[in-house]
């Protein structure tokens, strides 16, 4: 339970209601695998345990709140048991299922965005040239500043951050970082089963089990993500959108950038039992880009897979929404409209068993992307500094529900790369030095890092980095307008009236005319990209903006 939002609070203070296993080490013999199982609604563990068992698996841990258990078999015979038991919902492989880019200069904004990328430069970095804050474009379209003078944010707020971890030692993370509440839901995994490297060799932690601890992060995409939510406003780097309220790691992604069903999961019931406010999820749940509940491309256990993706999230998304949780979430990087039939070269892009490769297949409007799409949530588009829609970022009328900063570094007179224009906030120095964008003298050696006060700080570009506006916004919702929380103390507001504050208080936003729009971009050679998408609905709720672009001094006015 929530008490003291310091880094001593104690552990046994969290709630939780897990059969704890040891962290997952691969199989114990040849031909072992592991399976997240569904279990049917209405149906006591014991019944389901009882029906895993008459299907040849065995349990190795279970979530009594919203019915799961993590399973491990040799029986080959077991999917289709677990199909035909009535007390069973579904199964899946307990493997990774997603991925953001690993391109530190695009991260997030697909490949178009990594093609946008221009490579490091042979001098390096630019140098500062002038305070990292005055970059922050992104708060200034949204008028933080101007609800500031109104709310900073409560500490009471808490907001989770459902990424590949938070770097807690970074000054824009450390005032405002839980350590005590954060939870690290992964174990780092080497490779898939066709021998992909996934997180290599265990390096922070080999002696316990590959389990990171719950304040680093290896990969850069949650640090971001989380200084751009709560950065404080103490003079230091940059400020968040809620400069004031806390960060709590609920950490869901490997270090490679890949994700796992089972810890989103995880993560949503632990958010809902311990008084997490805002959550924001900057990712994809795949193998599948999109889950369709009928995909005659697929094998029966791929077919099994997707329909329990999508009804096992949509069951931990109700819980964490009915528990108080407020739900974000990125609307994707595909330059698509995800209420049109579209061609899906991608899925499956992690391998469960060997030899799976992905397949071309079709997909229609019932195919879902999680958790974007899932109940409850709110995705996110992203614009640019002109306040256009980003060319990469995702769209679809009836889909989108609000708009955000997520950066547009093509958004410029030529079509030219200007990483001044992407999302400033902060970056680690582990990841930096690891990848080579920070020198051994601690000089950056990238225009698209630079140093300020003995910090780092990345500029980047993607609907990741639009969501977590809207939790900030979402937070100082929390903060203004909530009430004493009498479960975990702390402050709470009903979710729906979070998103009803959102959505009337954002600035409605047309589009544009005519409404089929051709981005174009010019990596400085010969070679000019473009992509043409179409923009449908009203000024008041449309494809591109949604309800429009999210506005922190309304929100708390």
Known sequence: MRRVLTATTAVAAVTACLIVRPAYAGPAIPGEREFLVLYADDTSAGTARAAVRAAGGTVLEENTQIGYATVRTADTGFVPAVLRAEALAGVAP???????????????????AAAAAPEPSATGSKGLGKPVAERQWDMRQIQTAEAHAVTKGDKRVLVGVMDTGIDASHPDIAPNFDRALSRNFTTDIPEDANG??????????????CVDPADIDENEHGTHIASTIAAPDDGVGITGVAPNVTLVNLRTGQDSGQFFLKPTLDALVYAADNGIDVVNMSYYLDPWAWNCPNDPTATLEQQAQQRTVIRAVNRALRYAHDKGVTLIAAAGNDQVDYTKVLTDSTSPNFASVRGEEPTTRRIPPSCVSQPSEGQHVIPVSATGISGRKAYYSSFGLGYIKL?????????????KVDDEIGIWAAYPENVGKAAGTIRRDGTPAVPYVVKQDNAYYASLQGTSMAAPHVAGVAALIVSRFGAEDPVHGGLTLDPDDVEKRLLASAVPQPCPDPATYTYTWNLGGTTTDSTTQTCEGTKADNGFFGRGLTNARDAVS
């Open 94 to 112: 307990n493997r990774p299922v997603a991925a953001v880019p690993k391109d530190n200069e695009a991260a997030d904004a697909g490949d178009l």
């Open 196 to 209: 992909v490297t996934i997180d290599g060799p265990c390096a922070t932690e080999p002696d316990k089990d």
């Open 403 to 415: 708009a955000a900063p997520g950066g547009d570094k093509v958004d410029t007179p030529d079509g």
